[in-house]
């Protein structure tokens, strides 16, 4: 079963059943980057549902549009994993997108993928806690959607969703915390941050309730044996 949704599905098929598209003749900057991030992330899934991974960056930039962000934040969003997950390099964002959009990208992309899970989340952790907010936005708007997707996901796989990462829930819960707080502290009251708050606490309430229902399942299978 696909957790996706329909629109955003449309979107892309839409898309790409025009082919290849020339970036040149793309005049608004938005429909550009949504089509660089389709055609970039050609043929990549999401880990734990099959979709698309382009849906990601997609509703990552639909929730930036959501808080009134302007054009080139929005085109940030569509773009925030081309570097990190595919071929392309800063220098093809900047040359295409203009040099604001290629520094939200670049804060919003870990440095080196090769360096062990728990430095690279730091990393993150650090950005999110030492630059204005106005530059670590689509930061905060990929976490919201990542903890809206695992909410939905453990609603529909249970627990099990875990075993596709390289860290466990108490690590991934860990890292969603740690961004809140270091941007919370000093912007709670940004429609954005509470949002990113209440994602959390929706996420950790699955979370809590996925383990009471294992524990109901091992219970009553201790029963019936």
Not at 7 to 22: Q, T
Not at 58 to 65: E, S, T
Not at 134 to 143: F, Q
């Amino acid at each position: 079963m696909i957790n996706i949704s329909n629109s955003i599905a449309e979107e892309v098929a839409s898309i790409e059943r025009k082919g290849v598209v020339s970036l040149n003749a793309v005049v608004d900057i938005k429909e550009k980057a949504k089509i660089f991030a389709i055609n970039a992330h050609a043929n990549q899934v999401r880990k734990i549902n099959g979709e698309p991974a382009v849906c990601h960056p997609i509703a990552v930039a639909n929730i930036l549009g959501q808080y009134n962000y302007d054009d080139e934040v929005i085109s940030a969003g569509y773009l925030h994993d081309t570097v990190e997950d595919t071929n392309n390099t800063i220098e093809d964002i900047e040359r295409l997108f203009g040099s604001r959009v290629a520094s939200l990208v670049n804060l919003a992309s870990e440095p080196d993928k090769s360096l062990p899970w728990e430095e690279r989340k730091s990393h993150t952790i650090t950005v999110v806690r030492d630059n204005p907010i106005d530059d670590t936005v689509v930061i905060l708007a990929d976490k919201i959607q990542n903890m809206e997707d695992l909410t939905s996901n453990l609603q529909l796989y249970g627990l099990s969703i875990f075993n596709f990462f390289k860290r466990g829930v108490e690590k991934k819960l860990w890292y969603f915390e740690s961004v809140y707080s270091a941007v919370n502290s000093t912007n709670s009251e940004l429609p954005i941050v509470k949002r990113l708050g209440e994602s959390l606490t929706k996420l950790k309430l699955e979370v809590e309730r996925q383990k009471k229902l294992e524990e109901k399942s091992l219970n009553e299978d201790v029963v019936n044996k």
